[in-house]
């Protein structure tokens, strides 16, 4: 079944700096999203791009999508310590439901 | 800004109890679905739900799952005989439209289920 796959898994920066992260997916997509949790609590919506889109951007969040390659990137500019979370792609499937979510990336945003 | 709300946030249970989780989705939205996180794992899609019936459910879904939608604003899934296995972070979710998956899904906090 789709699913969305992060990489790298656990990322780890100063304060200021940028976050990157990516995730690919296999078959033919309607949307991606991305997701934000914090330990143990629920998942906050952060992004959707359509599969007719390539960039996007959103305050401090800029998302690409590269439906050749089958991959996103989450780009968050000046990071802050209150940016420390799992973040997560989701995957939406024309005439299809469920999302498909990726297994997350860690982020530690350091003061 | 309306929010999904889900109650309890924390339950434990023995194995083999019944379970029902609540959920109150946006108030305008059509879709409704249920995902669970097992502790450390991806979050997995179960079963969504559309116009008072189940429009699509995941192999987890099996017959141990009910769902309904008792008032015009209650969604809850229920467990019918719990099993450790079940152990995860439930979330409910809602979306708008009624067709396709192009619009944003909100997700609850989550409630927290422990079998033991």
């Not at chain 1, 699913?3 to 790298?8: K, L, N, W």
């Not at chain 1, 296999?26 to 992004?47: A, D, F, P």
């Not at chain 2, 794992?41 to 429009?55: A, D, P, T």
């Amino acid at each position: 079944s789709q699913q969305g796959e992060e990489d790298p898994q656990a990322l780890s920066i100063q304060e200021g700096e940028n976050a990157t992260m990516n995730c690919s997916y296999k078959t033919s997509i309607n949307n991606l999203q991305w997701y934000r949790q914090n330990s143990g609590r629920g998942l906050v919506h952060l992004i959707l791009i359509r599969s007719n889109e390539r960039e996007k951007h959103s305050g401090r969040l800029r998302v690409t999508l590269d439906t050749s390659k089958k991959s996103s990137s989450l780009l968050i500019t000046a990071s802050r310590a209150a940016d420390t979370a799992s973040y997560f792609c989701a995957t939406g499937l024309y005439g299809n439901n469920r999302l498909a979510f990726g297994k997350g990336n860690q982020v530690v945003v350091i003061p | 800004e309306p929010e999904v709300t889900q109650t309890p946030s924390h339950q434990v249970t023995q194995m083999g109890q019944e379970v029902i989780l609540r959920c109150v989705p946006i108030s305008n939205h059509l879709y409704f679905y249920w995902y669970r996180q097992i502790l450390g794992q991806k979050v997995e899609f179960l079963v969504s739900f559309y116009n008072n019936e189940i429009s699509e459910k995941s192999e987890i879904f099996d017959d141990q799952f009910s769902v309904e939608r008792p008032d015009g604003s209650n969604f809850t899934l229920k467990i019918r005989s719990t099993k450790l296995e079940d152990s995860a972070m439930y979330f409910c979710a809602s979306r708008t439209t009624g067709g396709g998956s192009t619009d944003t899904q909100y997700f609850g906090p989550g409630t927290r289920l422990t079998v033991l």
